[in-house]
């Protein structure tokens, strides 16, 4: 929940929800303020992994052991985004439209 936006859009998983885990759609959930610095990599597999942590299905949610598991695997990654062209950049910073 985040509170110092309006109303329809404090619940953040149901303004991100939409938005599948391609790596052209998760680049434009990031924070602008990150400036780039964040794993694409890591970035689509920490929200597949989230998506799947909000399942409607309790059963099918993964268990916080398996969670942590894929959270550490990503320790490593160190392609930033911010190599990328300021082009692509200014792209993925888009502010996602939320319906009202």
């Not at 780039?36 to 597949?48: D, H, L």
Request: hydrophobic letters at 35%; proline letters at 10%.
């Amino acid at each position: 929940m985040d509170k110092s936006h309006p109303k329809s859009e404090q619940n953040l998983v149901d303004w991100v929800a939409p938005y599948p885990t391609t790596t052209r759609r998760v680049r434009m959930i990031i924070d602008p303020r990150l400036e780039g610095q964040f794993s694409v990599k890591g970035s689509r597999a920490v929200a597949t992994l989230a998506s799947q942590c909000v399942n409607p299905k309790p059963k099918a949610r993964p268990s916080m052991h398996v969670v942590v598991d894929v959270l550490e695997g990503l320790e490593h990654l160190r392609d930033m985004a911010g190599s990328l062209p300021p082009a692509q950049l200014t792209r993925a910073y888009r502010t996602p439209r939320v319906s009202r």
